[in-house]
């Protein structure tokens, strides 16, 4: 079911004008898409994964509430914002798995898995977060198309928009990210 862009707008417009409560008007409109983004990022995950969907939305839903005066410009800036959220959450939640396990004994994923960020298993969220940081000192746009598609799920068109650059340019920026981020993830792999 398509979701009325316009009433989002309108609330994130009211959020960004201090309506404390436009948060709580807007999840509603917009829980089934972030769910659906949670659930994908869900499935991705190993077998026995602790954390459901619901769980990470309600994490996205507490951690935009913490945030104070949010300039949002469009529908597509917000789940922009939600993916890096939710990429948080995940990345945080295995790196307490990680310390849990005393020694950090989170099953290693073959790198061409990675690759298909988008169809396939997970990587080890925590060595893919550490190459995304690494990315980001280098190329911060190039990281943050990667974040927005693999933990947002966002298309190459909704990127664009969210960043505002052109979707050639998106293209050219995923393509060196993904080389990149096989030769980080390849090198880590084989150092442990």
């Known amino acids: 079911m398509a979701r009325p862009i316009g009433k989002v707008t309108d609330l994130l417009d009211a959020w960004s004008g201090g309506d404390a409560t436009a ?33 990470i939305v309600n994490e996205v839903y507490m951690r935009l509430k913490g945030q104070r005066q949010v300039r949002w410009r469009n ?69 943050r198309i990667v974040e927005l598609r693999v933990f947002g799920g966002l298309t190459l068109e909704e990127v664009a928009i969210a960043l505002g650059i052109g979707r050639a340019t998106v293209h050219r920026d995923w393509n060196a990210a993904l080389l990149w981020l096989r030769r980080e993830l390849i090198s880590a792999d084989q150092a442990t």
């Open 75 to 143: 529908r597509a800036e917000f789940f922009a914002v939600a993916a890096k959220l939710m990429r948080r959450v995940l990345v945080d939640h295995a790196r307490r798995r990680s310390r849990l396990k005393r020694g950090g004994d989170v099953p290693k994923v073959p790198i061409h898995e990675v690759l298909a960020v988008a169809e396939e298993k997970a990587p080890d969220l925590i060595a893919l977060d550490d190459a995304l940081e690494g990315l980001a000192d280098l190329a911060p746009r190039q990281s």
């Open 23 to 55: 948060l709580d008007e807007l999840m509603p409109v917009v829980y089934d898409e972030l769910h659906r983004l949670a659930s994908r990022q869900f499935h991705r995950e190993s077998s026995g994964h602790t954390l459901q969907p619901t769980a």
